[in-house]
């Protein structure tokens, strides 16, 4: 569980260095087997969205962290990044507001701080 806590800091750390907008963690292990944590944010631009996707893979990879899978980079409005017990979701704006994921995963525990972990 520590590792997915490292995991879920860098993660985060990475996508606040490139200026990702609200970030949010929710942890989701009660409540699914998809993953532990999700992280969710929105970049302003696709070329932002990319930057983020690329930060936070690079971060990861430097930290020894296998990336599971990547969905929808070359659309650049929603990139999912799975890391196994950490799920990364990249957004543009408009798609975060559609989807809405904080609502659709609202029985998940916000973390609001990342001495929550």
């Known amino acids: 569980m520590e590792q997915t806590k490292e995991m879920v800091r860098i993660a985060y750390?990475?996508?606040?260095?490139k200026k990702g907008e609200d970030?949010?963690?929710i942890e989701i292990s009660g409540i699914s087997v998809l993953a532990d944590y999700f992280i969710i944010t929105n970049g302003t631009s696709d070329s932002q969205v990319?930057?983020?996707?690329?930060?936070?893979?690079?971060?990861?990879?430097?930290?020894?962290?296998?990336q599971?899978?990547?969905?929808g980079v070359t659309a650049g409005n929603w990139v999912l990044l799975d890391y196994g017990d950490v799920i990364v979701h990249v957004f543009d704006k408009?798609?975060?507001?559609?989807?809405?994921?904080e609502r659709i995963w609202n029985d998940g525990?916000?973390?609001?701080?990342?001495?929550?972990l």
């Open 94 to 101: 408009d798609n975060r507001e559609f989807y809405n994921l």
């Open 50 to 66: 990319k930057a983020l996707v690329e930060h936070v893979e690079e971060k990861m990879h430097k930290a020894g962290y296998a």
């Open 23 to 25: 970030i949010r963690i």
């Open 13 to 17: 750390e990475a996508l606040d260095e």
């Open 109 to 116: 525990k916000k973390i609001e701080d990342l001495n929550e």
């Open 68 to 71: 599971k899978q990547r969905e």
